[in-house]
């Protein structure tokens, strides 16, 4: 993103850009997560968060699409976020064979990592997976209709919905392209391994 806003603004890399230069970003981050909103990095992109300007929730944001007709406006994560469920898992295999292939070759690329696998440099300890079984993607249990996603199905309304959905829907305050849940510091133990 960076690399096309400096070209939109006429200075590719390496051009220094003037300080009176900048553009506005504006970030779809509500006030259930304005945890996630940031400052940008640079000072030629300033971030503004419009929803969190104006009081609006997620379920805010529902509401609207719905009253414009576009309820089924999918939660926008990246593609290959570790944080997904079954049901997004198999969304993305169902609906989109290209998206679903990509993001199985990405699970594979990560398999070992790289000697710059993590902040501090390290190498990778163990194996990567983006699916919580620890195997391929592909041959994960996407298809396996686990006990929170059954008890969402046969419930209509109720806080014990959200809770059963957790896991199934992914995070409920997931990733964005601004804002990675995984950006949380690692914990490492007395043997040195991330917990």
Known sequence: ?????????????PARIPRDVFVEQWVGI??????????????YMRNRHPLIDMGWSRA??????????LADTPKSSCLGCPFHGNAQWRSI??????????????DAAIRK??????ASGNRLLGEAFLHRSRVPLDQAPIDHVTAAEWAAMQQELGAS??????????VVDGCSPWACRGEVEPVQDDFGLAS
């Open 93 to 106: 295999r169902d609906s989109s064979p290209q998206e679903w292939e990509d993001v199985v070759a990405f």
């Open 60 to 69: 805010d944001c529902i509401k609207y699409l719905t009253s414009l007709g």
């Open 30 to 43: 509500s006030t259930d997560e304005f945890h996630r909103a940031k400052d940008s990095d640079v000072k």
């Open 161 to 170: 919905e959200a809770d059963a959905q957790k896991l199934e829907d992914g």
């Open 113 to 118: 990592g790289n000697a710059r696998a993590n």
């Open 1 to 13: 993103m960076k690399k096309q806003v400096r070209e939109l603004l006429g200075y590719p890399y």
